[in-house]
Nanobody
Framework: QVQLVESGGGLVQPGGSLRLSCTSSGSILSMYAMGWYRQAPGKQRELVAGITAGGSTNYADSVKGRFTISRDNGKNMVYLQMNSLKTDDTAVYFC???????WGQGTQVTVSS
């Protein structure tokens, strides 16, 4: 079973920044398009940002201009830099291989004053 591990979440004030990190069991991430997803209480999980194996990116309109997804295939890592955070960004954040269901525990991001 593929195991994905997210880290870097925490409590920040509106306007603050966080960088989330994702890695996997085995050195496999370089072979796949990757995505960051989030799920807020009472809401469905949604795709926030995606990155292809070649490095092309796409973002949900709600985070465009504020979040940046990147990857370091040599380190088997995927990152999500989150700037100008809003209270609506509060959610559990997950990474995953594109169109797969290898969900880990996620990392909690709470934006509150």
């Amino acid at each position: 079973q593929v195991q994905l591990v997210e880290s870097g979440g925490g409590l920040v004030q509106p306007g603050g920044s966080l960088r989330l990190s994702c890695t996997s069991s085995g050195s496999i991430l370089s072979m796949y398009a990757m995505g960051w997803y989030r799920q807020a209480p009472g809401k469905q999980r949604e795709l926030v940002a995606g990155i292809t194996a070649g490095g092309s990116t796409n973002y949900a309109d709600s985070v465009k201009g504020r979040f940046t997804i990147s990857r370091d295939n040599g380190k088997n890592m995927v990152y999500l830099q989150m700037n100008s955070l809003k209270t609506d960004d509060t959610a559990v954040y997950f990474c995953n291989l594109h169109s797969r269901n290898y969900w880990g525990q996620g990392t909690q991001v709470t934006v509150s004053s």
